[in-house]
């Protein structure tokens, strides 16, 4: 059982496309985390949200925590956004990753 | 920037062997994670620290794993004897509150 369902899997866009990645979750959380990990392996939090929406850039992040949905588009998608971008749920402290999104952006 | 730094960015061990992975999070925060990825698969949280003690971990984190705080800037993350499978890239995070701050990562290689 996977405490947390991010879609797609893959994604593959041509420069300057909107992108929407999908993040659902079971478990209890008091915020949810948007990471994104480098084609070399580091990885970097983009947003923590527990209601609402953040923009950060190009980037928005969006949750509903009634419906334990979250959002991550990316406006006008660039090759260098090409990345895996992994949702997480906090429960407790203790955390449950999806398995992430493969974004490749051709220009 | 304050950043997470880890040490060794690579290292190869036999089976068997111990080895102790080093992280220095950022020195205001309170919060201390251990992740691990095994190629190919998702980010796994091992285990959470908190004012020099385990706060939670999971069931990976069985008892061939343990953590300290030796001194009040580094944070280690030891396996005692170590097997194939925990051939992995290994996180350290830190955090003030909720955001994470992930460190580099150390690629773990058993032979």
């Known amino acids: 059982k996977n405490e947390v369902e991010q879609s797609p899997q893959n994604l593959t866009a041509q420069e300057g496309e909107f992108i929407t990645i999908n993040c659902s979750y079971s478990v209890g959380i008091s915020a949810l985390h948007w990471l994104q990990q480098h084609p070399g392996g580091g990885i970097v939090s983009l947003f923590m949200?527990?209601?609402g929406k953040k923009k950060h850039g190009r980037l928005i992040a969006t949750i509903n925590i009634q419906e334990k949905h979250s959002s991550l588009h990316i406006t006008a998608s660039h090759p260098r956004d090409s990345a895996v971008y992994i949702c997480a749920a906090p429960k407790g402290n203790q955390f449950y990753f999806g398995t992430g999104t493969s974004l490749t952006v051709i220009p | 920037e304050p950043e997470v730094t880890q040490t060794p960015s690579h290292q190869v061990t036999q089976m068997g062997q111990e080895v102790i992975l080093r992280c220095v999070p950022i020195s205001n925060h309170l919060y201390f994670y251990w992740y691990r990825q095994i190629l190919g698969q998702k980010v796994e949280f091992l285990v959470s620290f908190y004012n020099n003690e385990i706060s939670e971990k999971s069931e990976i984190f069985d008892d061939q794993f343990s953590v300290e705080r030796p001194d009040g800037s580094n944070f280690t993350l030891k396996i005692r004897s170590t097997k194939l499978e925990d051939s992995a890239m290994y996180f350290c995070?830190?955090?003030?509150?909720?955001?994470?701050?992930f460190g580099p990562g150390t690629r773990l290689t058993v032979t």
């Open positions: 995070a830190s955090t003030e509150y909720y955001e994470q701050y």
């Open positions: 949200l527990s209601s």
